[in-house]
Nanobody, 117 residues
Framework: QVQLVESGGGLVQPGGSLRLSCAAS????????MGWIRQAPGKQRESVAT???????LYADSVKGRFTISRDNAKNTVYLQMNSLKSEDTAVYYC???????????WGQGTQVTVSS
């Protein structure tokens, strides 16, 4: 059973930065897409960013220019650097890894990000 362990959430003031990390507990298929999804209270789940094994990244319009997704294939780890945080970024952030060939999908437990003064 693969587990995704997230870390890095917390409370930050508007304009601040946080870095989220998500590591798989064991090796998974290297052909996968890693991503971050968030859900704010009363709102639908939103895909924040995804990145392929080759490094191609896609971002939601709401975070373009402020968030950067990256990955370390050797460590089966995905990161989300969040800068210039806004109150509307407050949400629970989940990491997700989807194996392209097997279609298996793994989810992290979620980490709370709160942007408030």
């Amino acid at each position: 059973q693969v587990q995704l362990v997230e870390s890095g959430g917390g409370l930050v003031q508007p304009g601040g930065s946080l870095r989220l990390s998500c590591a798989a507990s064991r090796n998974i298929s290297s052909i996968n897409v890693m991503g971050w999804i968030r859900q704010a209270p009363g709102k639908q789940r939103e895909s924040v960013a995804t990145i392929t094994r080759g490094g191609t990244a896609l971002y939601a319009d709401s975070v373009k220019g402020r968030f950067t997704i990256s990955r370390d294939n050797a460590k089966n780890t995905v990161y989300l650097q969040m800068n210039s945080l806004k109150s509307e970024d407050t949400a629970v952030y989940y990491c997700n890894i989807r194996e392209i060939i097997t279609l298996k999908e793994y989810w992290g437990q979620g980490t709370q990000v709160t942007v408030s003064s």
